[in-house]
């Protein structure tokens, strides 16, 4: 893929049930990814999607007395209302049981197949519906999935298998010679435990005789046997990278970064690459593999029942509030925590209080001391230098924290140009400049207006790819053009604009919790 151009996905989610914010996290995480990257000018590319060939799928759609395909279609339109309430701008939505998809996971298991990669055994072992995967009797814990904490299937049957234990050297290799293929470091422990105890070879399809009813995609070679799950899954980022348009692929291929959960980092940096290896394709630049999400400091899990969805966020928060919240106060690279009260302070704090008063308060006083006004960039800096010199340094810190997927330190560096902001008021004092209405005062307060108003205008813009809409609102108050989706942040120069701003009202106001939750 060339240098100039970025392919960001996340896991493809199972529409066995609505989604929780763990997902959402995910999600939003990639998002703000992507339009951070277009912000900087970087053509960007963004992937997500439902996983809809399993078992449990399957049983979901049954009990709700509904085939599987008439499940996934109604969980379909459920998953992308709910994206699009949370400012989700994906590219591609994909779901495994697209055509094209199809077309390309027969194809590249064909492949595979006529490679010598793929052939059938008999296969007895621990299976577990949760995490579509079989697990051997050292993995589990006291006889319970590690995950999931239930209690695996025993599962005899006939299946096609990959020889994944073929590419044991070329994954070891893979970990020596990119150390940073999968982040964060700390799973790389886990992984290399893994790879070290010796790889063996999983089992790709599922006997059509062993399910109640066909789901999935027939093997090319063999009717009676469908793709199994994660087969199936991971080539949905081919497929959503246009592989059936070789010239749009190439340009797309490789993913520069798979986002996903740390449960599944075993799937993406052994399985996956493998799978690479043998269809003699590029393999993705990294995975991050981030944590949890907990509530109440315990996972949140669909199974378990322990979850909160986004729309219940949402009763309490607006779509910006709750994505700042998920990637202002939780760092990616571990396991985050939600809680209402949480949400609360954090969203008053920085963005009704630190945020919100600093546009009030500049744009008020910019129309009472100069009504009618436009206020152009000073002749010189007075004052305003050391406010000139943070923000100069902005875009390359941003650039650092997209690169390093760490939201929350991606946001702290807007929060610190807020509060740069505000204390440059209170050592500038303009109310007190305004009072003395000398000549050299006046001229005075014009620079520290405008280098306030200025400095606004650069941090909302850096703000945009987290607060893709009430970062609108203060473009539209302080009457300035609003930053271009692709390259606003990159074109940005400091007083390239004069200001003569319209009517301020509160962009984020405070939220409060119900006395029931309070």
């Known amino acids: 893929m060339s240098s100039h151009s970025k392919y960001i996905t996340t896991a493809i989610v199972y529409p ?30 963004f992937a997500t999607g439902m996983d809809e060939h399993s078992t449990k799928v399957q049983k979901a759609g049954e009990a709700k007395g509904l085939d599987a395909q008439t499940h996934c279609d109604q969980m379909a339109d459920d998953i992308r209302a709910t994206l699009a309430k949370i400012d989700i701008g994906y590219d591609r939505f994909i779901r495994t049981s697209d055509a094209d998809h199809k077309r390309v996971v027969q194809s590249l298991v064909q492949k595979a197949f006529d490679k010598g990669d793929i052939y059938k055994n008999k296969y007895e072992g621990h299976y577990c519906d949760g995490c579509e995967a079989y697990y051997l009797d050292k993995d589990l814990v006291d006889g319970k999935c590690p995950h999931h904490g239930t209690k695996p299937r025993w599962i005899s049957e006939e299946n096609y298998f990959f020889k994944l234990s073929k590419y044991q050297k070329a994954i070891e290799e893979l970990f020596a010679a990119r150390p940073d293929f999968l982040q964060p470091e700390s799973r790389r422990a886990e ?85 690479l290896m043998s269809l003699e394709l590029p393999l993705p630049e990294k995975v991050f593999s981030h944590g949890w999400m907990n509530l109440k400091g315990e996972r949140m899990s669909k199974s378990s029942g322990n979850v909160v969805s986004p729309d219940d966020a949402l009763t309490l928060a607006n779509s910006d509030q709750f994505r700042y ?52 960039a000073p002749a010189k800096r007075t004052h305003s230098a050391a406010v000139y010199e943070t923000f100069a340094k902005l875009k390359d810190e941003l650039r650092a924290k997209l690169d390093a997927v760490d939201s929350k330190g991606y946001a702290q560096a807007c929060s610190a140009r807020s509060r740069t902001l505000n204390l440059y008021i209170d050592q500038t004092k303009p109310w007190a400049l305004a009072k003395a209405a000398t000549p050299e005062s006046m001229t005075e307060l014009r620079e520290v207006l405008f280098t306030l108003m200025e400095g606004i205008r650069w941090t909302a813009t850096a703000f945009l790819p987290i607060l893709p809409n009430g970062m609108l609102e203060v473009f539209r108050q302080l009457n300035v053009p609003a930053a271009e989706p692709l390259g606003g942040l990159a074109k940005l120069e400091w007083g390239q604009v004069g200001f003569n701003p319209g009517e301020p009202k509160p962009i984020y106001p405070r939220i409060e919790l119900p006395k029931d939750e309070a």
């Open 16 to 45: 066995n049930s609505r989604i929780h914010i763990g997902w959402a996290w995910e999600c939003v995480g990639a998002d703000w990814l992507t339009r951070g990257y277009r912000a900087l000018g970087v053509p960007t590319r």
């Open 191 to 275: 992984l290399l435990t893994f790879v070290k105890d010796g790889l063996r070879d999983f089992s790709i399809s599922r006997s059509t005789a062993s399910m109640t009813k066909p789901w999935g995609i027939p093997l090319p070679f063999d009717s009676n046997h469908v793709v199994y799950v994660w087969f199936d899954a991971l080539i949905n980022y081919i497929t959503a990278a246009n592989f059936e348009k070789p010239d749009e692929f190439k340009q797309n291929w490789p993913a520069s970064v798979h986002i996903i959960g740390k449960d599944i980092t075993r799937f993406h940096c052994i399985y996956w690459p493998a799978m």
């Open 325 to 376: 919240y998920l990637l202002a106060e939780n760092e990616f690279a571990g396991d985050g925590n939600f809680g209402f009260d949480l949400m609360m302070l954090k969203v008053n704090a920085d963005l009704a209080n630190d945020w919100g008063n600093l546009v009030n308060r500049t744009i008020n006083m910019t129309r009472k001391y100069f009504p009618g006004e436009t206020l152009g």
